[in-house]
């Protein structure tokens, strides 16, 4: 560490509030910044030769020991006159920046980010060929000297004498220049752009006394750092901060930039292109200007010809050969953009990758530290994504509804594996952009995903989808799927429901069905067909606070605010927005047999060291019990001869659930089997109105249902996708939740009609009076027979009533009529009779 000198005038903070030497931070007033004299640029000049001289008779080390004042200067540029030896000595090396990489979940590559494109790697994995051009063309005395070039800096002091109007001659040595290129970088890290642009200025000073003043500044940290570490340590470390072009820093970076190779395997014509680059890298940049490039090598092929690196013969075919022959350019994509070529469509993958960077804690406490790691930390970053499953995606959305559709309409999709929540693909019908530009078909919004990641365009109501949060809902509280409920029933008052998080308030309401007027009806039937007043029913039955919370427990919140859906009647058809990602979230726990992952997006994240961090996990959990989540599977599978009737079945287990907003402005289908969970919506993100009857990628509708554009979707990418795999099938769920349990039904036999249903009703079954009267000995118009005396809740009993006692007949000896006995058939349920 720099020694104080005996008072704070010897002391600086840098521009991250270090104590260093030179630098002072806001609000440190004038009076204590150095007392010492002002001094001309003719004296700092004075002062350098003071320096050289010195340097030339007892030597560098001796000279920052025996000259009794230099230059220093401060953020102001004032010179002021301060021991040498108060100057820094120790140089902050901070981690270079590096770029970082997103790979797919195979190791292919779909993006790379930067703030400096740059890979470190050690001297060994560096030519020798490159190692001898940069010595020869920067610091042929590398080897020799102890930091400063005496001999270099003896000339370049004089001719600043000599000529004080021209430009100053270089004679930094590699060290120096590496120095040099460190201050550069900590001014870079500065908080604002005014401080880091006054950083750069100060470190790069090449004229006047100020550039004397950083000269020797650079000349002391030079000489300590010299004695610190090795020749080979410092060589390695200036190949890896320099830069070798525009946006190329490092030998690596440049070796694969110019010649799509590593930088231990150039050879000595690919390495002298390289070397000439840095004297200035934007002049002498091969792809920008090959000829100016040319001419630079040339210069350098000779001083490595001229130094003994190589032969008359390689000088000779070097000069000879035209630099763009040699070049094998790999272009330097950064962003998003570039990850489509790699993979289909997977730019909106890789934006959400790094979204969930920016935004998640487990990669920094603050916004600012998590994007510096992005773009400067090095970080290989392995993601979830399927490159086969993705491509097919990006098909399948397409296929349907082209980009940039005239009619307005998009498809996206979202693909999770169960049990573990891995997002396998992510598509949607349009070209990613990193930021929109109006163009038809072009956009930068990630319609699979809403908040926080996006501020605008966030969602689509989930319509008849969301009913499935009902049904679970409905089972939790221990409901069958057997049970019967009112399909029929028109208008709701708010009064109906219950819903103690919150205050309903308001009078009655009606709910129309898609299918027509509807009727009493199994909990199955209504699930199959998507019943709207059906569910409605349901959720008279429950606690509509309650439905929001299971939804949210699977991940399904707001996709504008993050918070659970508004527990209000018209929520329970999905009236609010979410995300084909949560969707396919949610869903995925059904398939799972009742386990909830987090969809996540990221696999593993390495630094530039190849350390491990931490990254979000799935917090895979059993979210819902087994057995429900079997009797979700068993519901949502009876979809086929519902509502996707006109889709027809895969060849293997699916489940899934329609889904269509009021007005058909949004068409859903979220299906999957065991492997794959998959959610497909159809919407206009642009305006709330209605795809009915528009002509879509080139196809006339009329009124379009979940099951049109969304569900054949779904099944195009299934079947593709499980295509050739063992696709196993769900477990069944348990009689109780199927059929419901079986209690006591009031023996009604003897009633008038009125008083049997009645009393049915009152144990909550339903009553239906058969068409044909029978034979019986209770009086006529009575209820001669019930169907059973134990059923499910629910359950609908037949009455049969009596013709009278005139009608009864003879019974054959071991025979007997139904009376009630608890044998019945079940009418009306399409189930089996008491086991």
Known sequence: MCRSGGGPGGRFTDLRGRVRGGHYPEGVSSSSRPRGRQVSAAQAIGLLVSFVLVATLGGVVAAGLALPAVAAVNT???????????????????????????????????????????????????????????????????????????????????????????????????????????LIEEALNADTTAEQQAGVAAATESQGAEGYARKLREAKLAITLEQQETKDQILEKYLNIAPFGSSVYGAETAANRYFSKSAKDLTYLEAATIAGVTQNPSKYDPVSDPEASQGRRDVVLGLMHEQGYITDEEYTTGIATPLASTLVVSEVKQGCQSA???????????????????????FGETKAERQARLYKGGLTITTTLNPSLQTMADQQVKATVSVGDPSGEIQAMSVVEPGTGQIKAMAQSTDYVPTSTGVAGQQAINYN???????????????????????????????????????????????????????????????????????????????????????????????????????????????????????????????????????????????????????????????????????????????????????????????????????????????????????????????????????????????????????????????????????????????????????????????????????????????????????????????????????????????????????????????????????VQSVPAGDSASQGNGQGNGQGLGLPGDR
């Open 449 to 807: 995903v809403g908040y926080p990641y996006y501020t605008v365009n966030q969602g689509f109501q989930p319509g008849s989808t969301f009913k499935a949060f009902t049904l679970l809902t409905w089972l939790e509280a221990g409901h069958s799927l057997s049970e019967v409920v009112n399909g029929g029933k028109g208008t709701f008052n708010f009064s109906d429901f219950t819903a103690p998080c919150t205050t309903l308030s308001g009078g009655s309401f009606k709910v129309a069905n898609s299918e027509g007027t509807g009727s009493m009806m199994t909990v199955q039937d209504a699930t199959r067909n998507s019943v709207n007043r059906a569910f409605m029913s349901m959720a008279t039955q429950l606690d509509l606070c309650q439905i929001m919370q299971n939804a949210a427990d699977l991940g399904v919140t707001s996709a504008k605010t993050g918070d659970n859906f508004s527990a209000v009647p018209s929520d329970v058809l999905g009236t609010d927005n979410t995300t084909p990602l949560a969707m396919a979230g949610a869903f995925a726990a059904f398939a799972s047999g009742g386990i909830y992952c987090t969809p996540i997006a990221i696999l593993a994240v390495t630094d530039a060291n190849g350390a491990e961090l931490t990254v979000p996990s799935a917090n895979c959990n059993q979210a819902i019990d087994t057995d429900v989540a079997n009797a979700m599977n068993y519901a949502l599978s009876k979809v086929w001869t519902g509502t996707m009737k006109s889709v027809g079945a895969p060849d293997f287990a699916a489940a899934g659930k329609t889904g269509t907003s009021n007005n058909n402005e949004y068409t859903w289908f979220v299906g999957y089997t065991p492997k794959l969970s998959t959610a497909v919506v159809l919407a206009n993100p642009d305006s709330f109105v209605t795809a009915n009857y528009k002509v879509i990628g080139g196809k006339k509708y009329g009124v379009v249902f979940g099951s049109d554009i969304a569900g054949p979707t779904w099944k195009r990418f299934m079947v593709q996708a499980l295509d050739g795999q063992d696709n196993p099938g769900f477990t069944d769920p348990s009689d109780k939740l199927l059929y419901g349990e079986k209690v006591s039904v009031p023996s009604v036999i003897g009633s008038t009609v009125d008083v049997a249903t009645k009393a049915l009703k009152d144990a909550g079954f339903t009553a239906k009076v058969a068409d044909t009267p029978v034979a019986s000995e209770v009086p006529a118009g009575l209820v001669a027979t019930q169907s059973a005396t134990k059923a499910t809740a629910g359950s609908v009993i037949t009455l049969t009533l009596s013709a009278g006692p005139a009608a």
């Open 76 to 182: 102001a540029t004032n010179l002021t006159v301060t021991g040498f030896d108060e100057l820094p000595t120790e140089l902050d090396q901070q981690d270079l920046p590096e770029k970082s990489t997103i790979l797919a979940a195979d190791g292919t590559l779909l993006a790379t980010f930067y703030a400096q494109n740059r890979v470190v790697v050690p001297l060994t994995d560096i030519s020798v060929q490159l190692q001898n051009a940069v010595i020869a063309t920067e610091d042929k005395r590398f080897y020799e000297h102890t930091g400063v070039d005496v001999t270099g800096m003896t000339r370049a002091a004089i001719l600043s004498v000599l000529r004080p109007d021209e430009q100053q001659q270089g004679a930094s040595t590699i060290t120096q220049q590496y120095v040099k290129n460190v």
């Open 340 to 362: 489509n070529d790699a993979v289909a469509g997977s730019a909106y993958f890789c934006d959400y990758v790094t979204k969930v960077i920016v935004n998640d804690t487990a």
